[in-house]
């Protein structure tokens, strides 16, 4: 969530999605047989400070998913506009705004397929927030999907989530439940169970203070042996203090910064047990 209002609609239960989402394998394995490994590169770059309020974000995915997006932010809302680009030809473009007071915020996201002259998807969410408990509700996918999840920091190093996620025209219901620990070092454990039958966990630790390294695994739990694992590392920078004033004095605004992020994750595309066949038959 911003410090200055209730943020953006992304914000929206951001605090459970991280913990429960965030740097685990992809839930189904790869269906190619002769693919062993999946490459992911995320970066993305936010200029903030030219205009006051105004952000500029940019992000980009291999395999290839780019985005481009204007974000304001106030002290009662926040508003975003920008494009997806699947392709050049054919972008994609997302509008959203969300209004807050005090701890409870409410807002909606559009997305426009230019190519077929639509609206392919638009949600909705409310969320309510203390600096230690974020409850949010949404309807997505054009209310086929019902979502709801909470995020509690137990204590100061210690944090639960819970996620419910009902399919309202094939009336499925999935439950996620996950716990993250904060141990020393700069070190942190997430786990994850969810009601398929899936467990996760995730081993973090911070090398530098821009540099993260994570190593996580995900498996059945009537069959760990058809698992997944993978690894990913993490960059985070945030120009300011001295660069900031050195860049912003330059060009006459004491208040430019920028935020930058890199993130690169190998997952096994295979079961582990399909990997061991593999490689004992080379």
């Known amino acids: 969530m911003s410090t200055t209002g209730p943020g953006i609609y992304n914000d929206i239960g951001k605090r459970a999605r991280e913990l429960l989402h965030q740097c685990y394998p992809p839930n189904s394995p790869s269906s190619n047989a002769d693919k062993l490994f999946d490459i992911n590169v995320d970066s993305r770059c936010q200029i903030r400070g030219a205009v006051p309020g105004l952000r500029v974000f940019s992000g980009l995915r291999f395999p290839l998913d780019g985005k481009v997006e204007m974000r ?3 002290e009662y809302g926040g ?3 920008g494009m997806n680009l699947p392709a050049p030809d054919q972008p994609v473009l997302n509008c959203s705004a969300v209004a807050g007071f005090g701890n409870f915020s409410v807002g909606g996201h559009l997305f426009y397929d230019s190519s077929s002259g639509m609206f392919e998807q638009y949600n909705a969410a409310c969320s309510f927030s203390t600096p230690t408990f974020m409850a949010s509700f949404a309807l997505n996918d054009k209310a086929d999907a019902a979502k709801g999840s909470c ?8 944090a639960i989530a819970a996620e419910v996620n009902y399919r309202i025209f094939d009336n499925e219901t999935a439950f996620t439940f996950g716990l993250q620990q904060v141990l020393f070092g700069g070190m942190s454990v997430k786990t994850r169970a969810s009601s398929t039958g899936r467990i996760s966990a995730l081993i973090e630790q911070q090398l530098l203070p821009w540099f993260f390294i994570s190593l996580s ?25 001295e660069e900031r004033k050195s860049l912003s004095s330059s060009l006459g605004n004491e208040q430019l ?3 930058l992020s890199f993130r690169c994750s190998l997952f096994n595309a295979q079961p582990l047990q399909y ?7 080379n």
């Not at 509690?152 to 190093?157: E, L, Q």
């Not at 695994?217 to 203090?241: E, H, K, Q, R, Y």
């Not at 990997?275 to 038959?281: E, G, P």
Request: charged share 15%; hydrophobic share 45%.
């Open 257 to 259: 910064g920028a935020d």
């Open 72 to 74: 304001y932010f106030h």
């Open 275 to 281: 990997i061991r066949a593999k490689f004992k038959s």
């Open 217 to 241: 695994g995900d498996a059945i739990a009537s069959d760990v042996t058809n698992g997944c694992v993978g690894i990913s590392a993490f960059f985070m920078s945030s120009i300011n203090n």
């Open 151 to 158: 995020y509690w920091s137990v204590i100061p190093k210690t």
């Open 79 to 81: 508003i975003t506009a």
